[in-house]
């Protein structure tokens, strides 16, 4: 079995077996891992975790940071689950989060954007060597991550996309096809739940494999393929409204 294979197997049987796990569980009760979808139906949300700490493992196995950078994408939106589901917090993108901001209040919003970023950019200081290219990688693995939680607003949405920016990757050689396995093995893994509306990815779940193929793209790409990846991904958060209004319309 080559390495991507391995990476890709790997992924996702730890995925599948986070997500038994943790429904066999529910540590803190079952009220504190079920929401209710667009439907109404009730979901669980184990998904999310479970892809998040699989995407961070075989991350990690290709280079440390990126390992980090996936975790605390997930771990950032793992608070957001939690935090803006006690305090019933609607508010959606950028300046509703940095208008609150200003008067003080610190939103789960605003821990994800300062979260991600962050963590975006010291992984991608530490992936690549000259600066400019450092911050072009925080900005693509920053914004991939929040890329793939912009479309996660119906079943199957975020791992359906994970799965077709990813799977191309696999064609390819190197740390880049090994985090490309990577992404599509826990995606692979949580669509069926989605997909079926058993389970849902979440915040945490959204984030960390959106941060997975941020983290491919960038240890696969060097300036002028970071640069494109870049402008892509600032796109889609200008016009965030715009990218989850056409996974609505496209999920039907």
Known sequence: MSVRSGALVVAAAVTHLGQAALRAT??????RWERRNHAGRTVGLYAGPAAAVA???????VHPAAGAAVLAAGACGAYDDVVAHVRADTRRGFRAHLGALRQGEVTSGAVKLFGISGAGLVAGALLKE????????????????HFVNLVDVRPGRAAGTVLALAAPGLLRTGP?????????????????????????????????????????????????????????????????????????????
Request: aromatic content about 2%; charged content about 15%.
């Open 55 to 61: 995407a961070a493992a075989g991350a990690s196995r």
């Open 130 to 145: 000259r600066p400019l290219d450092k911050l072009l990688a925080g900005i693509v693995i920053a914004g991939a991550a």
């Open 176 to 252: 880049a096809a090994e985090l490309s396995a990577v992404a599509v093995g826990a995606a692979a893994a949580v669509l069926p739940g989605d997909v079926g509306e058993r389970t849902m990815l979440g915040d945490t779940g959204a984030h960390a494999l959106g941060a997975t193929l941020g983290a491919a793209v960038v240890v696969g790409n060097r300036r002028a393929g970071l640069l494109a990846h870049a402008v892509a991904v600032v796109a889609a958060a200008v016009y965030g409204d715009r990218v989850s209004a056409w996974a609505r319309a496209v999920s039907g």
């Open 26 to 31: 529910a540590p803190g009760g079952r009220a």
